[in-house]
């Protein structure tokens, strides 16, 4: 019975979203929105949860992951970091107080950073085409002195380049972890090469060319659903077409992967942990020399999170709310997945997508971001043509 009330309530739930919508596609307006607020709302729900690497330890503390939580809420304020061990990953970073529920992880973070950096040249009239690291880097500098999420090494390798004088064009390490940062661009910027010049400049801690490609392929992905009107598969078949073979391998992979998670008649889909043992499946082991081997599958590589970002978007497409909840209950770098994932279904979805309990009152700074991304060109001049 229980089972059955939750089915109910969430059809329900996505009822409510088509009579709000008015049973009509989300307007670009709500897709922009909609990309930047999935983005960092489905980050939010991961906090919680964010590399801990057990499922079965998720499931036994959290159930169904369906609000958000500080992190390690429920296992004593640490997560299983694996090669890392345990730890509370968003304790602060000594400049102010632990993370709290509601908040977001770095890779959250990072976005909110470029839509306030954004903001800033929108407020200071400044004309800017596209985002230049002589402009992005004082104020990235600036905001991580009061940074209180997870530094990454790539974030403080960077710092330190910067620190010595190192050219803006040498910048980034070599780490292969996917990042991606400019949900807000769509926002700001209205063509597919500003967009993705955007990307790869807001990555600028990293030089791996897979990780760049990542977050190239999903900005791409994103901005085919808000000016294409396409559905998220049709954009990640055509994206795919143009894309190196590291992404059309991974696509592929992704693919096939839903496919068999679906399936009655294979035996992945009748898995109680059916989701979590699809990830893990699709990447090698990681031995980084720690305490134990990583499943690249859960971690942050690109060549697990890509392929399960893809999955999460595809077997639960249509429902932000499923594919989000599924995606922080399988842990390990979750959160990565989660930018990737929301900015996605969020554009197709929009705004009005994000359930009501995960909006504003409940994501801490909702109302602040909302009037940031507003002051933007692309949300500004949408506003200004629906007054006359």
């Given amino acids: 019975m229980k089972t059955q009330s939750v089915a109910v309530s969430a059809l329900l739930f996505r009822a409510s979203v088509l009579v709000a919508a008015g049973d009509v596609r989300p307007t670009t307006t709500d897709k922009i929105k909609g990309a930047f607020f999935g983005s960092v709302v489905a980050d939010a729900l991961t906090l919680g949860t964010h590399y801990e690497y057990d499922a079965q330890k998720i499931k036994q503390f959290y159930g169904t992951i369906d609000r958000f939580y500080a992190p390690g809420e429920k296992t004593g304020g640490e997560t299983h970091g694996v090669g890392w061990g345990n730890r509370n990953y968003h304790n602060g970073n000594g400049v102010g107080p632990a993370k709290a529920a509601g908040e977001c992880t770095d890779y959250g973070d990072y976005n909110i950073l470029i839509l306030d950096f954004l903001a800033s040249l929108q407020k200071s009239k400044k004309a800017v085409k596209r985002i230049e690291l002589s402009d992005l880097i004082p104020f990235w500098q600036q905001k991580l002195s009061g940074w209180r999420s997870w530094l990454c090494s790539q974030t403080k390798q960077t710092y330190q380049q ?85 992404i059309r391998d991974k696509v592929k992979q992704a693919i096939a992967k839903v496919a068999e998670a679906t399936d009655e008649k294979k035996s992945l889909s009748k898995e109680e942990y059916v989701d979590d043992l699809a990830l893990t499946s699709m990447a090698r082991l990681w031995d980084v020399g720690k305490s134990e081997p990583i499943k690249v599958g859960k971690a942050s590589p690109t060549e697990g999170t890509l392929p399960g970002s893809i999955y999460f978007i595809l077997k639960y497409e249509g429902d932000f709310e499923a594919a989000a909840k599924a995606n922080a209950g399988v842990g390990g770098d979750n959160a990565s997945r989660a930018v990737a994932i929301g900015m996605v279904m969020g554009a197709a979805q929009g705004v009005q997508g994000i359930p009501p309990a995960w909006g504003a009152g409940h994501l801490t700074d909702w109302k602040r971001m909302e009037q940031q991304l507003n002051s933007l060109p692309l949300l500004v001049s949408t506003a200004a043509k629906s007054e006359l």
């Fill in 162 to 246: 910067v620190s010595q004088g190192v050219a803006h064009k040498d910048l980034g390490g070599h780490s292969n972890a996917m990042a991606v940062r400019t949900a807000a661009a769509f926002a700001y910027f209205e063509t597919e090469d500003d967009i993705i010049h955007a990307s790869r400049a807001a990555m600028f801690t990293h030089r791996e060319t897979t990780a760049l490609q990542g977050g190239e392929f999903f900005a791409r992905v994103t901005y085919k659903i808000i000016h294409e009107n396409l559905s998220p598969r049709q954009a990640i078949e055509k994206v795919a077409q143009q894309s190196s073979t590291f």
